[in-house]
Structure formats: structure tokens, C-alpha cells
DNA sequence: TAAAATTTTTAGACAAGTCTAAAAATATTT
DNA sequence: AAATATTTTTAGACTTGTCTAAAAATTTTA
């Protein structure tokens, strides 16, 4: 498929495919203006222009999804996303909390074999610094099973397998918690009062907030 | 020093500063709008927005030049373009003929560290895959003598170090003829009537149109 | 140096993407 | 079910970068 969109459009197309997976349902006018840091305006304005593209099927007033159209340029977008996020951290070492930014920008650069040869030169990376899975060349994605660390029980160990948040702020309070992918988190107590948790990480302990908790990807 | 310039804004300061340092002269808006590919009212608008800026130098009617912050836009695009021409061809594998067009995207990718990133993970190169040489950190650049291989007298024995056009149909013209940056190439005779040169490359003999050999730079 | 040719600028228009303010539709409360 | 609140769309405006056509300035030619 050939399309020859403008960055704004691929980012809007990212905003709704992943609202819409999130949610499952139509995605609404608001959600999208605030994932977009826009105007609800703006975003009609869009919307009906991505619809008559046929990259999105919208009704009047009830909201927006991606065609199948919008869905492969939205998952290819996010595939390039992630490959050049796996680039700035494994190859050019900046740290997971610098990257996003810059990602933002590198994932609309347009070329046939560019993200392929990217793809191939980092071996085929599955995940990206944050966790989230690595669309292949045909536009297949493993997803994780969402599984939170707030949901892990008392006495559980599990392992670090992605953030939900990755704000530069969250990254950073990890960094500082020495919590990063792959490391072995015990819950040892969960505070009734606001679900705070007190963890064993390298027979250290530490106490989270729900907030934190929350927005922690885990596994086993 | 800090600019927050569109895309457009630096590829018109690139053009400007390119065939500022090849004429020496105030750059027409004609001679822009050839190299833009677009019009001379378009010019004239944008021109007069960089000058506004403070990045050109503008008399009416008389042509423009870069001013020293628009140099140093200009040269710090240059230095982004010919860095990722670098690592598209030494570390992706693209040929020296696939580069330019995405390197003219990511010259405008926006970040303080990754250029710089960039140059340490390709070791600081000096020259990119057409042999044009690479503006260090702070701008500076090492120009070459800028010998053609026309101006070669028979006889003589030189070595190409670059191109000056470099459009994917001679870059492909060049690698039939396995004429690439290094090779050692002997002039065996001058054609008075189209000044057409016959050459010695590797033991082969070939002969090129003036056309080419005003194309290529040479040393020795 | 006056006429003709060329170059450059201005004027006015358009597309993309955004915004504010107001109108219309839908959802929630009473 | 009517009144109220919220969400969504429309209307109109603005910015950036482009274009065509016409006017103005400069350069070349005679
Ligand atoms: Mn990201
Ligand atoms: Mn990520
Ligand atoms: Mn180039
Ligand atoms: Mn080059």
C-alpha cells in the first residue's frame, strides 16, 4: 500500500489506533484532542478528512475507529517509532527517558527500505526500551498480557517487563529506583489505606504509590 | 545559539549558503528558486521572512547573502545531512545513489545531542559518500582544492576524492564504469573536438564525456 | 540614452493545519 | 419528559508556504 500522508495525519492515526485498542470501543473527539494536546475543533476538522481518505470510519457525533487502511499506517508508524527508539538506546546510548521525543520525529522520515534495513541492522529487536512490542515488516504484533505490577499479590515475585507511562519523569524515578526492564520485583506489602506497596528489589526495600504501580508492566 | 526554523526556512539557508560559497557573489533569486525547485515569488517571500531574522542579508533587487547566524544554520544542516549519509551507506548498506533523499529528511530532525551522538557512533568521519567533507562540532570545515578531473593533463595520474553532482543516474553511471571514491585513475588522451578524455582504471581502458569529467574531484 | 528584455517584487489566491466562539446534537439530571 | 450540562460540529479567522499574473526595477541592446 501506497500512501502519502503528512505527519499530522500519521499521528492521528497512531492517537485513534491506540485509543481504540485501549478501549476497544469508537474512539470519541475529546479523548483524541487530549492524546493530541489539541483542540476538539481540530480534531473534527481532521477526523473528517482521514475519513474521506478512508482511513477511518467516522459517524457523525459518535465518534471515530481506523480502518483497516488506518491500522497498517498506524502500526507501521508505531513499528518505525519503536526501531528508532531501539536505536538511540542501543546504538547511539542516549538513556529510555530521552528517546521518545526524538522518535516522535524520526518515525515520519519517508523511505521504501529505511525502517527494513534499521529492522535488520538492530537483529530484529521484539521490544522496544519501553517494553512495548515491535510490529514485524507485515504489520504483526505479539502484545503482552497487561499485567500490572498493583495486581501482583502479597508475597509474589515478578519480573519488569514494560512501563505504561513512559513520561522523561516516570523514567527518571525509575532510574533512581534502580528499576528498570528485567529486574525482580517481590511485593512484600500492600497498604490497605492507598494501596502503596512495599518492594524487594535486589534485597533492597522500597515503598511505591499506587500511581507507580500501576503503570508498571510485569510478567510471572 | 538557538533557532527554531521550519524545514523550508533551512533548506532555502542551505541553498543560499551553497551557491554563496561556490559564486563568492550576492545570491539571486533566481539562482534560489532553480536549486528550490520553485518559484522566484516564493523566494522573494521567504527571503524577506530570513531576513527578518536576521539569517540573510537582503537588498532589493540585488540578492541575498547568509549572515553569519544564517551560516551557521546552514553549516550545521549540512554537517546533520552528511552525517546521516555516513551512517545510511557505512551503516545501513544503502548505495552512495539511495542516500540523498532520505538524508534530506533527516537533516531536520530537531534534537541538542543526537548529531553529535551520531559523529562519535560513525568515529568523526571527515567526508561523507560523495567526498564532500563533514563540518566539525563547532562548524568548521576542510573545503578540498576542488581539481577536476577535466583539468588533468594527459599523462597524469590522480585519484577521485568526490563528486560534484551527485544525482542517482551519475552515481550509477559511475558505479558501471567502477569509477568510486579512491580509485586511481590515469589520463591517456584529451579529445580536442568534445574534449571527451580516455582513462586508465585498473588496467581498463575507458572513455568519458566532458560531462562527467567535470564532474568528478580528483587529488595528485 | 531610449527601447526592449530580463529579473524581481507585489498582489491576490489557495491548501494544510490550527484556533476561538457559537451553534447543534447528545447525554445527564431533575 | 423537560431542563441542564456536556460533547461535537460549524463558521470564520490566522499562519506557513506555495502559486499565477501583473507591476516595478534593473540590465541589456540598439
Ligand atoms: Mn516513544
Ligand atoms: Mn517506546
Ligand atoms: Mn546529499
Ligand atoms: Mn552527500
Not at 76 to 93: I, K, Y
Request: proline share 2%; charged share 25%; with cysteine.
Amino acid at each position: 500500500m501506497k500512501f502519502n500522508l503528512s505527519q499530522a495525519e500519521e499521528n492521528y492515526l497512531k492517537a485513534i489506533y491506540s485509543i481504540g485498542i485501549d478501549t476497544g470501543k469508537s474512539v470519541n473527539t475529546n479523548q483524541i484532542a487530549l492524546k493530541m494536546k489539541t483542540k476538539a475543533s481540530s480534531v473534527t476538522d481532521m477526523v473528517k478528512k482521514l475519513s474521506d481518505k478512508g482511513l477511518v470510519e467516522h459517524k457523525k457525533y459518535k465518534g471515530a475507529l481506523v480502518t483497516s487502511k488506518g491500522e497498517s499506517v498506524a502500526v507501521s508508524t508505531l513499528r518505525s517509532h519503536r526501531l528508532w527508539e531501539c536505536f538511540l538506546v542501543d546504538t547511539l546510548e542516549f538513556n529510555w527517558d530521552e528517546v521518545h521525543d526524538i522518535a516522535e520525529q524520526l518515525e515520519h522520515i519517508k523511505s521504501d527500505s529505511l525502517v527494513d534495513r534499521l529492522d535488520q541492522f538492530l537483529n530484529f529487536p521484539s521490544y522496544d526500551p519501553h517494553g512495548d512490542p515491535i510490529p514485524d515488516k507485515n504489520g504483526v504484533i505479539k502484545h503482552h498480557k497487561n499485567v500490572m505490577l498493583s495486581s501482583v499479590e502479597v508475597g509474589a515475585s515478578c519480573i519488569v517487563i514494560g512501563v505504561k507511562d513512559s513520561s522523561s519523569s516516570f523514567l527518571k524515578f525509575l532510574d533512581n529506583a534502580s528499576i528498570c526492564l528485567g529486574k525482580k520485583i517481590k511485593v512484600l506489602k500492600v497498604e490497605d489505606f492507598d494501596q502503596s506497596m512495599q518492594l524487594e528489589i535486589e534485597s533492597k526495600v522500597i515503598t511505591v504509590s499506587h500511581q507507580i504501580s500501576k503503570n508498571l508492566y510485569v510478567k510471572k
